[in-house]
């Protein structure tokens, strides 16, 4: 297949271009500078040339601004912006592109866990209604955003991504550090749940989810057990011979990361892979010490 991905350079598109390779699909990077090979310019907030996703099986779309920092009215703009004005003009070139040369056939656009919000204990699937908060509202829009691609008969996927397990960023890395010098330990009450997933999975299930033809609308991007987040600092103290004992208390999150830290840290989602098992998805990593293991290998 030749895909086209955009978001490339990051976390999640670096480790989706080096696993296309390994399995001899063709990837071209959307960038913002001037293009090299296999790369094609856009901006994404000016409608993009559908002629440039001729001969285009795919597109990854994955670019959107980090949620870490600090929550002000105009950051929160600009999370709500980058996700939703890149999203329509992706999904509105790739809808035209497919009226008149039938490709691509498959739009697979990120999103998140934050769509279900708040959900204490209860299991959500892909069936789930959405919650509420800054982060629920920022999804439904996002995966709003799809619908030029989906209305033009393109297979439109919306990865509802979990808590990624990687060395290099997504949530592990900003707390390897407090762990490997023994001053780790549950935030907040620590029974709220964090559905996980290793990095190398979140890829395959991608690349699964191109050629899928079944898989279609969102999708939990986590593994099949997520845990509370008590059980999560304890495997991950584990897996760095190291204690968890100092906790991180609740007010001390609020009076900290304000409203980030409420909605990333203490929000409880305990999402399962509904539509990737009843599809046939092996997961690499099914349990949460494999998949540390892994991310810290």
């Not at 959500?124 to 709003?144: H, M, N, P, R, V």
């Not at 990687?166 to 709220?192: C, E, H, T």
């Not at 305990?270 to 494999?290: C, H, M, S, V």
């Given at each position: ?78 999370l ?65 955003a ?64 191109l050629?899928?033809d ?5 999708v ?11 059980e ?5 103290a584990?897996?760095l ?57």
């Amino acid at each position: 297949m030749r895909i086209l991905i955009s978001g490339a350079s990051g976390l999640l598109g670096t480790a989706l271009t080096s696993a296309l390779r390994q399995s001899s699909h063709q990837s071209i990077a959307l960038v913002r500078r001037e293009p090299h090979d296999s790369e094609v310019t856009w901006d994404p907030k000016v409608a993009l040339d559908p002629a440039k996703l001729r001969g285009c099986d795919a597109v990854v779309h994955l670019a959107g601004k980090n949620v870490a920092g600090r929550w002000s009215e105009k950051f929160k703009r600009e999370l709500l912006e980058s996700r939703v004005r890149g999203t329509q003009t992706l999904a509105t070139a790739a809808a035209e592109s497919y009226r008149r040369h039938g490709q691509p056939h498959v739009f697979v656009s990120a999103s998140g866990l934050g769509y279900y919000g708040n959900r204490g204990d209860e299991v959500l699937t892909e069936e789930s209604a959405a919650g509420s908060g800054f982060l629920a509202d920022i999804c439904k829009q996002w995966e709003a955003a799809t619908a030029p691609a989906s209305q033009a008969g393109v297979r439109v996927v919306c990865l509802r991504i979990g808590v990624v397990l990687a060395r290099d960023g997504g949530a592990l890395k900003p707390l390897l550090l407090p762990f490997r010098l023994g001053l780790g330990g549950r935030i907040g009450s620590g029974n709220q749940y964090w559905s996980w997933i290793a990095i190398d999975d979140v890829t395959a299930a991608i690349i699964f989810a191109l050629h899928n033809d079944d898989l279609r609308g969102p999708v939990n991007i986590v593994g099949p057990s997520p845990v509370q987040n008590a059980e999560f600092v304890r495997a991950l103290a584990y897996a760095l011979h190291r204690p968890a004992i100092f906790p991180f208390p609740e007010f001390a999150v609020r009076t900290l990361l304000g409203e980030m830290g409420q909605e990333l840290l203490l929000t409880s989602e305990r999402a399962i892979p509904a539509k990737l098992q009843a599809n046939g998805y092996t997961f690499r990593y099914a349990t949460l010490p494999e998949a540390l293991q892994a991310a810290l290998a």
